[in-house]
C-alpha cells in the first residue's frame, strides 16, 4: 500500500491527495505553461501547481521563455506600447538629425558678400563703399546676360530615386563648361538633394505602424 501510495503522477499532471490510483491525477492548468516550454519529470511526482517546466531551447529566458527582444519589449509594457515609444523617439531623432543637417549645410555653404538692394542708403563719408557697390552692381548686371541654359532636376523624388541632376553637360553649355568642374557641381547639388538613409527608415516604420 505504501508503495502504491507513492506511485508518481504522468508528466504533465498532478496530485495533491493521497492515493495510489492514476485517476486522482490532475492535468497541470495549461495557462501557467508558457508557449515555448515543456514539463519537467520530476522524481516522485508533482504534488502540487505550478507544475514544474523548462524553456524548449536554452536561447529563450526563464520565466517565460522568452527572448532578449521580447523581454526588452514586454518590460515597456508590451508591443503596442513599446511601438509607440520607438516611434516617438525615431521622430524625435529624425528632427533632431534634421535640424542638425540644416545647420552643417547652412555653415559649409561659402560666405560672400551680402547682394546690396537697389537704393539701398550708402554712408558717403566711405568712399570705397560707395565704388565696392558699383562692382556689385556691374556684376549682377553682367551676370543677368550670362545665363544660356536652364537645367531641372530629374528623379519623382522618392526616397529610392531623389531628385538629382545629370552628369553629363547638356549639349547648349558644353562648349563652355569644364567637364570636371560641372561634375563637381553636380555631385554638390545632388549630395545635398538626396535623403539621408535614416529619413527613409523612419517614413517606412511610420507607413508601417500607421
Known amino acids: 500500500d505504501f508503495c502504491g501510495e507513492m506511485q508518481e503522477c504522468p508528466v504533465g499532471t498532478y496530485k495533491n491527495i493521497t492515493g495510489s490510483s492514476n485517476s486522482l491525477c490532475s492535468p497541470c492548468p495549461a495557462y501557467e505553461l508558457p508557449h515555448r516550454a515543456i514539463y519537467m519529470h520530476i522524481r516522485g511526482g508533482v ?9 524548449v531551447s536554452d536561447r529563450y529566458r526563464m520565466p517565460h521563455c ?4 521580447e523581454e526588452l519589449i514586454y518590460t515597456f509594457g508590451g508591443p503596442w506600447f513599446f511601438g509607440l515609444l520607438l516611434s516617438g523617439l525615431l521622430v524625435l531623432l529624425a528632427l533632431v538629425l534634421s535640424i542638425a543637417r540644416m545647420k552643417f549645410v547652412g555653415t559649409d555653404e561659402f560666405p560672400g558678400p551680402a547682394p546690396t538692394q537697389h537704393g539701398s542708403q550708402i ?6 563703399l560707395e565704388s ?14 550670362c545665363h544660356v541654359h536652364r537645367m531641372f532636376f530629374m528623379g519623382p523624388n522618392t526616397f529610392s530615386e531623389p ?47 500607421s
Open 47 to 55: 504534488a502540487e501547481t505550478p507544475c514544474p517546466y523548462k524553456c
Open 66 to 69: 522568452f527572448t532578449a527582444l
Open 123 to 128: 554712408d558717403h563719408s566711405f568712399p570705397f
Open 132 to 145: 565696392l557697390n558699383e562692382v556689385l552692381e556691374t556684376n549682377r548686371a553682367e551676370e543677368s546676360h
Open 163 to 209: 531628385w538629382h541632376l545629370p552628369h553629363t553637360p547638356p549639349e547648349q553649355i558644353t562648349d563652355i563648361v569644364y567637364e570636371d568642374a560641372f561634375n563637381k557641381f553636380v555631385d554638390e547639388i545632388n549630395a545635398l538633394a538626396a535623403y539621408q538613409w535614416w529619413e527613409g527608415s523612419i517614413c517606412s516604420i511610420l507607413c508601417i505602424l
